[in-house]
């Protein structure tokens, strides 16, 4: 009887366009965080006649989240070295589609401010590990 031939572990040199998915996958949080700014451009009209914000408000809800965002990224960059980068970015991405609903359905510009911080808190999640 001849013996069985040895199995191999299977590298990532195996799967070619495995590399490509990986790469997609790492995208679609940096595409959430960047297309929320620019959504909101076009979505002030709406939000303006909807929840008539104060000038100071209107400025707020725009202002927030990169402010946030880019307070945060360097030390969520530490804690991802800390806790782990991927459960640092999923954590980031379920905490960023709860409060994205939230804002969605806000009923007055404070709730929409305070969304839009704890977007700019969870976004500061996604990008280090993103870009790591």
């Known amino acids: 009887m001849l013996p069985a031939p040895a199995r191999t572990a299977t590298t990532r040199h195996d799967r070619p366009g495995a590399r490509w998915w990986a790469l997609a996958v790492l995208m679609l949080p940096v595409l959430l965080v960047a297309v929320d700014n620019t959504v909101l451009s076009f979505a002030l009209p709406a939000i303006s006649e909807a929840l008539a914000p104060t ?20 030390p969520m960059g530490s804690l991802g070295d800390r806790i782990g980068r991927r459960r640092l970015l999923l954590l980031g991405g379920s905490g960023f589609t709860v409060i994205s609903a939230l804002a969605a359905f806000s009923q007055d510009a404070p709730t929409l401010i305070a969304a839009r911080a704890l977007m700019g808190f969870f976004g500061a999640m996604l990008m280090p590990a993103t870009l790591s």
């Open 55 to 74: 000038g100071q408000q209107l400025l707020w809800i725009v202002d927030v989240y990169p402010l946030v965002l880019a307070g945060l990224l360097v």
